[in-house]
């Protein structure tokens, strides 16, 4: 049954209430200030109610989420890590959150070093030479770094390197991103144990090769041993590898894509470095290139001049302008806390952390769940489904997380199992927590024996069930309909 607070904003709307006073209009100013096309001809018809009703509203609103910050989120390829909140005083100190971005340069300079001293940070961490903050996302960072690419043959005269090179295991992003940015997209295949087939993306290599991206650990969770022998060969035939450093949790303070050979990779603050993200944004994904690649970074660059200060750069060999200005600075401002607060020795813990904590999970489950990749993982791993098929489909078991208080891992992702659950932990979870899901995970793992209907029909427990998820994303409704 529907309750009183489950009502909408505009069923609890009455004529004649509202929820604010506008102060005095002490400047005379009236509505002829405003040209007369743009004044509005019938009133808004927005909710009138009053500020419990509002408040009530949203925080009931609020409840209904899942978040890091309400429970453990054990999202594979998203690193759901705790955000601290520490980070978020950071970003709303007002040095930094009342800046306006069209400010001169001599008045930012605390901001443009904080900008210089996180990209030397990330080149610390990751062995590449310079980075660019400037990106909105992951996604926006690898369209970025592969305009990178293509400049970069472009400048050498060497305009015959059209193709990308992507393995099936790949983040959806990186074959769509390669689209976008013009290039076509040649898919090298995974052997059984789930790393590339090496011999097979030699018969792939040739002089139309711009490069090949990919990620390691990879999408499964898997360190890629050959990857020095990857980058000769891709390096051997003119191409450039490319890293998709978007979940670099288990690699953080240990190891570099740069020592790997990659040329170009992108981070995501958004997810490595503790800064919150769901929903769509805000996010940020950094591009860090070798210093061959650094005069295509997309402008403006932030330079240290001789004299201490700094300044915004415009390279002619730039890849171009990827964004309005500097990125989502407050993004940065967060993961730059999150890097000083954690310090050189602890930054080292991070990833031994996430390693430990997904094996456990792994190994107290594969008893109940089916592991198509055995062996030692990294931050995350893969199960297809329940070890016994009672018609249960992992569908059903994420619903059913929902109604024990945790949120599901990603389901059917990677494509290379019928019924993938991508398991990541992450280091800030507590033991207590991974025994408490991996209790959970069993119970379930019973109940598909004794119960399969009511798995079925889970969750039982959360405001909204099922939704129709292609319908949600291809016709939203984002408009109270007796509002029309
Ligand atoms: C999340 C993710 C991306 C895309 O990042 P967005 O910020 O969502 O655009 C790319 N690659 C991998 C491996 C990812 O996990």
């Known amino acids: 049954m529907q309750s ?3 009502k909408l904003i505009f069923d609890l709307s009455k004529p004649g209430r509202s929820g604010y006073s506008l102060p005095e209009n002490t400047w005379g100013v009236t509505a002829d200030a405003l040209p007369e096309d743009l004044r509005r001809k019938t009133p808004a018809g927005l909710p009138q109610v009053s500020e419990p009703d509002v408040v009530r509203h949203y925080t009931n609103l609020s409840q209904m989420n899942f978040g890091v910050d309400t429970g453990f989120y054990p999202l594979g390829s998203c690193t759901m890590k705790y955000n601290p909140k520490i980070n978020e005083q950071v970003a709303s100190m007002p040095g930094f959150s009342a ?8 008045t930012v300079q605390g901001a443009l070093k904080l900008y210089y001293d996180l990209s ?12 660019s903050l400037n990106q ?11 305009m990178i690419m293509r400049q970069y043959h472009r400048l050498r005269g060497d305009h015959g390197r059209t193709k990308v090179i992507v393995p099936d295991s790949a983040h959806g992003t990186n074959p769509a991103s390669a689209a976008v940015c013009g290039l076509s997209v040649v898919q090298v295949k995974s052997l059984e144990d789930g790393t590339i087939d090496v011999g097979a993306l030699k018969g792939l290599l040739d002089d139309s090769v711009a490069g090949i991206m990919m990620t390691n650990p990879n999408t499964l969770g898997l360190f890629e041993t050959h990857v020095r022998e990857i980058a000769d060969l891709v390096h051997g035939c003119g191409g450039l590898l490319y890293y998709d450093g978007a979940n670099m949790n288990a690699l953080l303070g240990q190891v570099r894509p740069g020592d790997m050979g990659f040329d170009i990779m992108h981070l995501n603050l958004h997810k490595t470095f503790s800064t919150p993200h769901g929903g769509g944004g805000p996010g940020s994904g950094p591009v860090g290139v070798t210093s061959a690649l650094a ?3 997309p402008y403006p660059r932030v330079v240290r001049k001789n004299d201490g200060k700094y300044a915004l750069l415009t390279d002619k060999d730039s890849c171009g302008r ?10 940065l401002l967060k993961a730059y806390a999150y890097i000083l607060m954690l310090g050189k020795q602890n930054v080292k813990n991070v990833g031994p952390y996430a390693v430990l904590a997904a094996n456990y999970i792994k190994e107290s489950l594969k008893d109940c769940y089916k592991l198509p990749i055995k062996g030692l993982c990294k931050h995350e791993f893969v199960f297809d489904g329940l070890a016994e098929d ?9 619903k059913r ?46 109940e598909a024996k004794s119960d399969p209907e009511m798995l079925r029909s889970a969750p039982h427990n959360t405001p909204v069930g099922r939704p129709d998820e292609t319908s949600a994303a291809t016709h939203p409704v984002l408009k109270y309909s007796d509002m029309q």
Not at 121 to 130: E, I, K, R
Not at 390 to 398: E, H, Q, R, W
Request: hydrophobic residues 40%; negative net charge; proline residues 5%.
């Open 4 to 6: 009183y607070y489950d």
């Open 99 to 106: 800046l306006h971005p069209l400010q001169p340069e001599w």
């Open 120 to 131: 030397r940070a990330l080149s610390t961490l990751t062995g590449m030479s310079d980075f």
């Open 136 to 146: 909105f996302a992951g996604a926006h960072g690898e369209l970025t770094g592969l």
């Open 295 to 297: 005069h295509c970074l």
């Open 322 to 331: 990827i964004s309005g200005f500097m990125g989502n600075f407050g993004v």
């Open 390 to 398: 009672n018609g249960v489909t992992t569908l059903d078991v994420a």
């Open 401 to 446: 997380l929902l109604d024990y208080g945790f949120h599901a891992p990603t389901i059917y992702f990677p494509l290379l199992f019928h019924q993938s659950m991508m398991i990541e932990p992450t280091e800030t979870e507590s033991k207590e927590t991974l025994d408490a899901f991996i209790g959970v995970m069993r119970k379930i793992a019973e």
